[in-house]
């Protein structure tokens, strides 16, 4: 008698489902979230429409309220069609609403069955109203794609690192560990991706600049056909120079670049000394030299040698200065904290504990660097 009640009711429930088409959607894929200086929240939505003149085509429409939920039900009321995030592929938050924090807006998103836990996650250093506005100037399909895809290109060329709602989710649950995400800003009036930026929890409070994300990209992947530029001190290469260059050399210029294609990379780190929070980390990076700005007689091993020395020196004060920088912060995304903690004896952390050890923690940092291929000897 149970399982025909039951029955009856999933009959009747079904019958009340209104009907949707295609062509009745605005299908979400890029949702901005401001908040503003009342506290309300403004969301800009760029969605796909639909009809039979024009096949597809883009649109983009704000809505404002004190929840999220109802700021998109707002901004439901100004176009005919039912906006649905069923297709939802990025989310930005502008720079003063993700320096407030972010977890409120990303609790709503795993509320919803609708929207994947792939769905990317990005900052707008303006507001993301703004950045949306200017991306649909240039987008030739739809303004969401168009930040979606520059998002993509760069994570596929190992540019920064892929974080999606579910990374972004477990870099911050996990304590010992905290989150980052990828900055888009507007330059010469289109967006471009410029920096990395740094949370404490769910709050931004820095960021990095986009040619130093690999520092951290190589904690969390092996890096493949990712293009490198570095600069090297002149003086350990005289003699080894041709001898225009050697002369420029003399007259004040001290250093020269060289760009590497990364063909692959390896990261390791781990806890030598518990008490005084003492760290090692291993970096190898084999790379192929693509360019020189000086020109270098490359056709002696020990010349290539030292020049992979050098790259060496140069990338182990980079991850210095880094760690430095995100001492000063104290945040940590390249989850020394998570060592630490598996580490323990009882393998915990408490909340906030980590954030009161990581300005103090000491890292040896071993690079390695091997040249593998150099091009044309000189």
């Known amino acids: 008698m149970k399982k025909l009640i039951v029955l009856a ?10 009907p949707r088409t295609i062509e009745d959607m605005g299908i979400i894929l890029t949702r901005g979230v ?6 309300n929240i403004e969301t800009t939505i760029s969605y796909f429409e639909f009809n039979a003149q024009q096949k597809e085509y883009s649109n983009i429409v704000t809505g404002r ?31 003063e609403t993700a320096e407030k924090g972010v977890l409120r807006y990303l609790d709503t998103l795993i509320r919803d069955a609708r929207v ?15 950045l949306l506005y200017k991306a649909e100037k240039h987008a030739d399909v739809n303004t969401g794609l168009y930040l979606h895809y520059i998002l993509e290109r760069n994570i596929l060329n190992n540019v920064i690192p892929r974080v999606n709602l579910q990374d972004f989710l477990r870099f911050y649950f996990d304590k010992g560990q905290d989150p980052f995400l990828p900055i888009l800003s507007i330059s010469n009036d289109k967006p471009v991706l410029s920096s990395l930026a740094l949370f404490q929890d769910d709050k931004m409070v820095g960021q990095l600049p986009i040619e130093k994300a690999y520092l951290i990209g190589a904690f969390h992947k092996d890096l493949r056909d990712l293009f490198l530029e570095v600069a090297l001190p002149s003086e350990p290469f005289k003699g080894q120079m041709r001898t225009d260059a050697q002369s420029k050399n003399e007259t004040g210029i001290d250093k020269f670049f060289a760009l590497l294609t990364v063909l692959n990379s390896k990261s390791k780190s781990k806890i030598t000394d518990i008490q005084k929070l ?18 270098i007689k490359l056709n002696n091993p020990k010349v290539v040698r030292k020049l992979e020395k050098e790259v060496e020196k140069e990338i182990k004060k980079q991850y210095e200065q880094l760690l430095a920088k995100l001492q000063e912060l104290n945040t940590d ?15 915990e952390l408490k909340e906030g504990e980590w954030y009161d050890y990581f300005p103090d923690i000491h ?15 000189r």
């Open 9 to 18: 009711s999933i009959i009747v429930l079904s019958g009340c489902v209104q």
């Open 34 to 39: 401001d908040k503003l200086e009342d506290n």
């Open 363 to 377: 890292v040896d940092y071993h690079v390695n660097v091997r040249i593998f291929r150099h091009g044309t000897e």
């Open 278 to 295: 003492k760290f090692r980390t291993e970096v190898t990076f084999d790379v192929s030299l693509m360019e020189l700005t000086e020109e």
């Open 65 to 95: 309220a004190n929840t999220i939920k109802q700021a998109r039900i707002d901004a439901n009321r100004k176009t005919d069609f039912r906006l649905t995030p069923g297709s939802s592929k990025l989310e930005v938050y502008g720079r």
């Open 116 to 130: 994947s836990d792939t769905m990317l996650l990005a900052i707008s250093d303006t507001t993301a109203k703004e």
């Open 333 to 347: 995304p390249l989850g020394y904290g998570t060592i630490y903690r598996i580490n323990k004896p009882n393998g």
